[in-house]
């Protein structure tokens, strides 16, 4: 089974400070993903990886940025954190064959004071 | 673009009846995938069922099967013999067939409880 974990469950940070969110894969999986979801709103692409050192943006990636030095691992950074950034945040993973769907992490959510 | 529209927020069901989630897509595109997540409360989101735009035949996995109409744009979900463990976020995405888009579009989600 695939597997996609996120460094935290639950993080509460201060307004202001500069956030790291982690995510490893285990299945080589080239493309990777983050999301964040708010009720009402869904899902949200933030920006993706299809590639080392690739990125993407997605649809709503202003007020963060993201790197991803090896295959398996793809961190979103929150650069100056704002309360408008207190939201669930889901990592997810998929191959190149589209018809498989995304792998997604257990999500963290993070709380901005 | 495209989107993805869940026009129910919330749906309920009576434990071991069959309750259909609606979901409409909008794109302009003829080759594509659409999926069916469940997030249940607290736990990963998962992947339920999958549809390619080019299969006629409806997919189905176990009690859960989709009505897809390619010309009406729509894909709902049905759930045959609900569970308790039914309960969840359920999610409507759609992703295009072309390489080099990878990205999924979700619907707002619809909320089921399963009544005992």
């Known amino acids: 089974d695939v597997k996609v974990t996120q460094s935290s469950r639950y993080l509460v940070k201060r307004t202001g400070e500069k956030v790291f969110l982690e995510c490893v894969q285990d299945?080589?999986?080239?493309?990777m993903f983050w999301y964040r979801q708010d009720p009402g709103l869904g899902l949200r692409l933030i920006y993706f990886?299809?590639?080392?050192?690739?990125?993407e943006k997605g649809d709503i990636p202003e007020g963060y940025s993201v790197s991803r030095e090896k295959k398996e691992r793809f961190s979103l950074i929150l650069e100056s954190a704002s309360t408008n950034q207190t939201s669930m945040y889901l990592c997810?993973?998929?191959?190149?064959?589209?018809?498989?769907?995304?792998?997604f992490g257990p999500g963290t959510r993070l709380t901005v004071t | 673009a495209q989107t993805v529209t869940q026009s129910q927020p919330e749906m309920s069901v009576q434990e071991a009846e069959t309750v259909t989630l609606s979901c409409t897509y909008d794109?302009?595109?003829?080759?594509?995938?659409l999926f069916w997540y469940k997030q249940p409360p607290s736990r990963q989101m998962i992947l339920v069922i999958r549809?390619?735009?080019?299969?006629?035949q409806n997919a189905t996995e176990n009690r859960f099967s989709v009505n897809f109409q390619k010309a009406a744009k729509s894909f709902s979900l049905k759930i045959s013999d609900s569970q308790l463990g039914d309960a969840a976020m359920y999610f409507c995405?759609?992703?295009?067939?072309?390489?080099?888009?990878?990205?999924?579009?979700f619907g707002t989600g619809t909320r089921l409880t399963i009544i005992p």
């Open positions: 549809q390619e735009a080019y299969k006629q």
């Open positions: 299945m080589d999986h080239e493309n």
């Open positions: 794109t302009s595109e003829s080759d594509y995938y």
């Open positions: 997810a993973s998929s191959t190149l064959i589209g018809s498989r769907g995304q792998y």
């Open positions: 995405a759609y992703r295009s067939a072309n390489f080099g888009n990878e990205k999924l579009t």
């Open positions: 990886s299809y590639d080392v050192k690739m990125k």
